[in-house]
């Protein structure tokens, strides 16, 4: 369904989606017997518009479908650097490719998504920047990773600190919140585990950049329901980390997602997360390209003392901008 259209058909207001069915395994997915009550993917870097942008896009869509044909997908979030450098060509992958996408799908801006004079990121897709998505016990939250420059791929930064808070606040009676930025948080070999975390954090180019992330890193690990960030940007990295420096009980985890497009990284493909009704949550990468699930973990989704709900009335759920 195409995003614009999706929006002005009030699904977003509250009426129900039905929870897609299971027809059939994934080939290789042989993680979890258990059909998820919900189940999302995020994958970003497709960078329309350069290298073979339409076959990329084009496989980007069917993969997504067999998705929800197979185990289904409830929400897709297309993690940034959606276009090279370009402003034009938004409408054209609107229409051309993710109109074919049989699930809801939200963008989120990267540091390559060019805006020129006049257009703004609810101009192109119908929503801000910065925004929260509910869904029944779950709440989603994505924001801008390059503020304050349109038109420069180098500028790498924090979301506004003062949004991120009030968004926090806003979901804090969720069950379970996940975080989608392109850009990760925490600067080239700052402290992290399993090792150090990689290049091309806040702070690679402005290392002024690196408090104001700092910031808005203590805000997500001090609030409880936050389960999972997600990051794009960096193609090469399908793996995770965490902020401290050795292994902690509810640590949490910073999933990095690959690309679904462009030449450059090993790696191609995008992160699936299944939510099951007991409460139990697990996440791996996936390649559909040899259908091969990498990098299973488990998401750890009860907070101490606190009830777990993660099952949705009449196994059907609301999709709300917020
Ligand atoms: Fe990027």
């Not at 370009?86 to 799908?105: A, H, N, R, V």
């Amino acid at each position: 369904m195409n995003r614009k259209s999706f929006l002005k058909s009030g699904l977003l207001g509250g009426a129900g989606l039905l929870l897609p069915g299971s027809s059939s395994a994934n080939k290789n997915y042989k993680l979890s017997q258990n059909i998820p009550v919900f189940r999302f993917a995020v994958g970003g870097d497709l960078h329309y518009g350069i290298d073979e942008y339409q076959k990329h896009s084009e496989n980007l869509v069917n993969w997504l479908n067999r998705e929800k044909e197979n185990r289904g997908l409830d929400l897709y979030f297309l993690n940034g650097d959606i276009v090279h450098d370009i402003t034009d060509k938004y409408e054209e992958l609107q229409s051309e490719f993710l109109s074919g996408l049989s699930m809801p799908y939200f963008a989120t801006k990267g540091n390559h998504d060019y805006l020129e004079a006049g257009q703004t990121w609810e101009s192109v897709w119908g929503y801000a920047a910065n925004q929260i998505v509910e869904a029944g016990p779950l709440a989603f939250i994505f924001a801008d990773t390059s503020r304050g420059n349109d038109l420069d791929a180098s500028v790498y930064t924090s979301p506004d600190p003062q949004w991120m808070q009030n968004a926090l606040q806003a979901v804090s009676d969720k069950t379970a919140v996940f975080i989608v930025l392109h850009i990760a948080q925490r600067r080239e070999g700052g402290t992290g585990w399993p090792q150090p975390w990689p290049r091309f954090g806040v702070g690679h180019y402005e290392e002024s950049r690196i408090s104001e992330a700092e910031r808005v890193l203590a805000m997500i690990e001090s609030a409880p329901n936050v389960k999972a960030v997600f990051h794009g940007h960096n193609h090469n990295i399908i793996s995770s980390y965490t902020t401290h420096s050795a292994p902690q009980p509810n640590a949490k985890p910073y999933f990095f997602c690959s690309r679904v497009g462009h030449s450059w990284g090993n790696t191609i493909g995008y992160r699936i997360v299944e939510i099951y009704e007991n409460g139990s949550a697990r996440t791996y990468q996936y390649d559909p390209e040899s259908e091969t699930a990498l990098n299973t973990e488990l998401i750890e989704m009860k907070a101490p003392d606190q009830p777990c709900r993660t099952t949705f009335d009449n196994k059907s759920f609301d999709i709300r901008l917020v």
